[in-house]
């Protein structure tokens, strides 16, 4: 299982979060309770947290239906930010978790966290490209309302043009002759 935190925009920056709604109706408040407890505590700094089965849980027989019940769960971090966590079920050989094993889920959970960090910035610097490309669009049309040549008026040198302060402004102008001589 892998849980993350959900977190709304106008929270963005805070340190208000919420354990996102990946945990689906299935789950039930025992299990819901424990990842905010997970959450609590590997927020506080702790490098795993151990889920040791019950003896109900040791000796109740597979049950497909359900996740299983698991038995360690680690911090997925990009730097100090928790992302969120991974949770393991009991392994395979019903063995516990070696200082090994943690040592090495624990390399696969940082090396998780900071590939969701570099995807969240590849989003950003998509978005800023997006940006950049809608102004320079805008930025296009703006300059292709403006006069390309200002009448000639004898007597009179005319001259105009537009720096927007950014790459869009909002200023416009227009210059047309209204009868012969005459010009607005």
Known sequence: KAWGRG???????????????????????????RVDEAFRRLSLGQPWLDYPPTREEADAPLDLSRPAPYELVLPVRAGAELLGCLALAVKLSEQPYSREDRELLQGVAQ??????????????????????????????????????????????????????????????????EISPGRVA
């Open 111 to 176: 090396a998780v966290g900071m590939a969701l960090k570099n995807a969240a910035l590849v989003e950003v610097a998509k978005r800023e490209a997006q940006q950049a490309k809608e102004l320079e669009i805008a930025r296009t049309v703006q300059q292709g309302l403006f006069p390309q040549a200002l009448p000639a008026v004898e007597g009179w040198e005319l001259a105009a043009t537009c720096r927007p302060a950014r790459a869009v402004g909002g200023d416009y102008y227009d210059v047309f």
């Open 7 to 33: 977190q709304s925009r106008a929270a963005h920056g805070s340190e208000a979060m919420t354990v996102a709604a990946v945990l689906d109706a299935e789950t039930d408040s025992k299990d819901k309770a």
